[in-house]
């Protein structure tokens, strides 16, 4: 079944460490999306990529990187992380980012920094 | 700055029709989206509206008034499954999606 993959679905982490957090798709979308949500607040955009090779900045992006190196895969970094990184992340995709076409969310990663 | 409110949370009871209202102050405007997400779920795609007007889709519609930087999606013949979060968005200048913290609703029997 088409669709995007996250991992891990739930993972509990140290502060201070680094943990990357995966996406795959497999519907050839060009534009991806990592989202965080947090009770009482909407969805946030951490980075977006609009195609493969590109990327690019959100709302809340401290702390956190990207890459895009191929179609499919979309990985979310925290280089060191923090209690208040504790969150629930999605990441997301669409046909292209210059349209307003549906967004297709994965299953979501619940992660928490003690 | 960029801003969408909606309601909380809001209770219905089976069987009856709600309402959920959304308004936004957005730099640009290309479309307002309508997501349900259930308890620990992804968010899933409702609705798209670009143009002033309603749009129907069995039990839910969505109506859009750009004028009034509004939009209201509407749930009719209420399930118990339709007890979600409904999550507002629009779609920017740069087509970023901003999006509302959701409205809770519960339905009762």
């Known amino acids: 079944i088409a669709g995007i993959t996250q991992a891990p679905t739930s993972q509990i982490l140290a502060a201070g460490r680094r943990m990357t957090l995966r996406c795959t798709q497999d519907?050839?979308?060009?534009?991806m999306y990592w989202y965080r949500q947090d009770l009482g607040l909407g969805l946030r955009l951490i980075h977006y990529?609009?195609?493969?090779?590109?990327?690019g900045k959100g709302e809340v992006p401290d702390g956190y990187s990207v890459s895009r190196a191929n179609t499919d895969d979309f990985p979310l970094t925290l280089a060191s992380a923090v209690p208040s990184q504790t969150s629930v992340y999605f990441c997301?995709?669409?046909?292209?980012?210059?349209?307003?076409?549906?967004?297709?969310f994965g299953e979501g990663s619940r992660l928490t920094v003690l | 700055g960029q801003n969408i409110d909606q309601p909380t949370e809001m209770t219905a009871t089976e069987g009856a029709i709600v309402q959920i209202n959304c308004t936004y102050q957005t730099s640009g405007f290309n479309g307002l989206f309508w997501y349900q997400q259930h308890a620990g779920e992804a968010p899933t795609f409702l609705s798209y509206n670009v143009l002033d007007g309603l749009e129907e889709k069995g039990r839910f519609s969505s109506f859009l008034s750009r004028s009034k930087g509004y939009s209201y999606l509407l749930l009719k013949e209420l399930q118990m499954k339709d007890s979600a979060s409904y999550l507002c968005?629009?779609?920017?200048?740069?087509?970023?999606?901003?999006w509302g913290a959701g409205t809770k609703l519960i339905i009762k029997p």
């Open positions: 519907m050839r979308h060009n534009a």
């Open positions: 997301a995709s669409r046909r292209t980012g210059g349209d307003t076409g549906e967004l297709f």
């Open positions: 990529s609009n195609t493969a090779g590109t990327t």
């Open positions: 968005a629009v779609a920017d200048s740069n087509y970023q999606l901003i």
